[in-house]
């Protein structure tokens, strides 16, 4: 059996857990389309990350298709029907990169708050800036999630170590939910707009739906606290990149970290809109990859594609 892996991933997972099939390994064939269909045509399984856009042609192109292994969580690259339609099972690798999201956050949240890290040239220059890099402490402070999955709620186990209190939006989790009731502290459900009036930080944990586009509009960032921070390690097309560039720039923010984008990847064009924002950390949608979760998520999903192909 033939399994294409059109995006990056972890050798030693490949090599231990799709040992006896054929497989193609090119994580460059994502840039290739015409390459990727040719490879699927006579292939089994497809492993993709978030940029492989199974849909369309290059479903249809496949005949043999079985299974799809997504090695992240957020599947708005699948068109979930048209394989369902097929018989063609999607396994996402589910809780492998919590951990690697959740600390991508909360570092941020500290690095933003705190202001003090981006004075290293000036310091060996011979400034001494101190006054000027007065910042804020995490402790205390109010860490609101938009959305209260699994990703969201490991950020809470830790903002809560913290020292931060908690406030989540999630229409979709029944108020009697254990997940509201964390050991460190207890999680407190609010209305979206609420929830961004009153923390100082948030955090998004949704995923890119008709509802979610364009979530954290114009009005809603004007909304939020006055030197609020705005994280979204989510999805693109959540958060109006325009709106929000400005927003820094009139500093009625504090900060954002942007790891997703509506266009990705970035390039010089869509990523012109954040040019002279301050306080900005802009990442290509790596939050949920480190070494460790890039271990566990290939892994994970090698083992589905294996289990899936074997036994049905």
């Known amino acids: 059996m033939k399994v294409v892996i059109s995006e990056f991933m ?5 090599a231990a857990d799709l040992s006896g099939f054929e497989t193609l390994y090119d994580p460059g064939l994502v840039d290739r389309p015409e390459a990727l269909r040719a490879a699927l045509a006579g292939a089994d399984a497809l492993i993709v990350r978030n940029r492989t856009q199974v849909r369309g042609d290059l479903i249809a192109g496949a005949p043999g298709l079985k299974a799809v ?20 099972a999607v396994y996402p690798a589910t809780g492998a990169n919590d951990q690697a999201v959740a600390e991508y ?35 205390g402070k109010r860490l609101g999630l938009v959305g209260f999955g699994a990703i969201a709620r490991e950020t809470a186990r830790r903002a ?23 050991a460190d502290g207890p999680v407190e459900p609010q209305p979206l707009d609420a929830l961004l009036a009153e923390s100082d930080v948030v955090s998004l944990h949704v995923p890119l739906t008709p509802e979610t586009r364009g979530l954290i509009g114009a009005d ?65 949608h790596i939050a949920g990859v480190t070494t460790e979760s890039n271990e566990r998520v290939s892994a994970l999903i090698a083992r589905a594609v294996r289990r899936h192909l074997t036994e049905g």
């Open 220 to 284: 809603r960032i004007a909304r939020m606290r006055p030197g609020a921070i705005l994280i979204n390690a989510a999805r693109g097309g959540i958060v109006d990149e325009a709106a929000l560039a400005e927003a820094l720039r009139a500093g009625r923010l504090g900060g954002a970290a942007l790891d997703v984008f509506d266009r990705e990847p970035l390039d010089a064009d869509a990523g012109a809109v954040f040019r002279d924002a301050p306080n900005l950390i802009l990442t290509p």
């Open 105 to 139: 956050v909360i570092a941020t949240a500290m690095l933003l708050l705190r202001g003090a890290y981006g004075a290293t040239w000036a310091v060996a220059d011979g400034a001494w800036p101190r006054n000027a890099l007065m910042g804020r402490e995490i402790a």
């Open 160 to 182: 809560a170590a913290l020292g931060m209190s908690l406030a989540a939006h999630d229409p979709y989790l029944a108020p009697d939910d254990a997940a509201w009731r964390l």
């Open 69 to 88: 292994g997504r090695l992240g969580v957020g599947l708005d690259n699948i068109d979930l029907d048209a394989c369902r339609a097929r018989g063609i």
């Open 10 to 14: 972890d050798e030693a997972a490949i």
